[in-house]
């Protein structure tokens, strides 16, 4: 490589918009939790996008997600029992294990009634589907 194309390529690789160009590829979330059956999905995602100074209640969000329904689920308080864990949001309260959950609606919250039996997923990517929904979230609120 001759001088003149080693300058050109520390140009271009100290410009600040193309360090930016690589910033938009980082995710900006993380799938902490994921769990489904046929007709839901409900995810607890960290937000990369913010200084993990933020509240807490800015960084992380538990989504529940059907086909015709997208809910941020209001957190009020978790607790963990062995291998349980509880989350209790106003809309319901989640249960889990490694393997299985369940998530119990609060009557005449939301449009889901009854314990909707669900499977844990351990995977930290998910769906490309799943994961284009939980993006334009995140660029609603940004908005």
């Given at each position: 490589m001759n001088n003149t194309a080693k300058t050109h390529c520390n140009t271009l690789r100290n410009n600040p918009?193309?360090?930016?160009?690589?910033a938009v590829n980082k995710p900006s979330f993380k799938v902490l939790?994921?769990?489904?059956?046929?007709?839901?999905d409900i995810v607890e995602i960290k937000r990369l996008d913010l200084p993990d100074t933020?509240?807490?209640?800015?960084?992380?969000?538990?989504?529940?997600?059907?086909?015709?329904?997208?809910?941020?689920?209001?957190?009020?308080?978790?607790?963990?029992?062995?291998?349980?864990?509880?989350?209790?949001?106003?809309?319901?309260?989640?249960?889990?294990?490694?393997?299985?959950?369940?998530?119990?609606?609060?009557?005449?919250c939301g449009r889901?009634?009854?314990a909707e039996e669900l499977a844990v997923h351990q995977l930290e990517k998910p769906s490309a589907k799943l994961g284009q929904r939980i993006k334009n979230y995140l660029s609603g609120i940004q908005a």
């Amino acid at each position: 490589m001759n001088n003149t194309a080693k300058t050109h390529c520390n140009t271009l690789r100290n410009n600040p918009r193309n360090k930016q160009s690589h910033a938009v590829n980082k995710p900006s979330f993380k799938v902490l939790f994921h769990l489904s059956n046929e007709t839901i999905d409900i995810v607890e995602i960290k937000r990369l996008d913010l200084p993990d100074t933020e509240e807490k209640s800015e960084l992380f969000h538990w989504l529940l997600l059907s086909d015709k329904h997208f809910q941020r689920l209001s957190f009020v308080s978790m607790s963990v029992t062995g291998d349980r864990q509880n989350r209790c949001f106003r809309e319901g309260l989640l249960e889990f294990t490694d393997s299985k959950g369940r998530f119990t609606p609060v009557p005449g919250c939301g449009r889901r009634t009854g314990a909707e039996e669900l499977a844990v997923h351990q995977l930290e990517k998910p769906s490309a589907k799943l994961g284009q929904r939980i993006k334009n979230y995140l660029s609603g609120i940004q908005a």
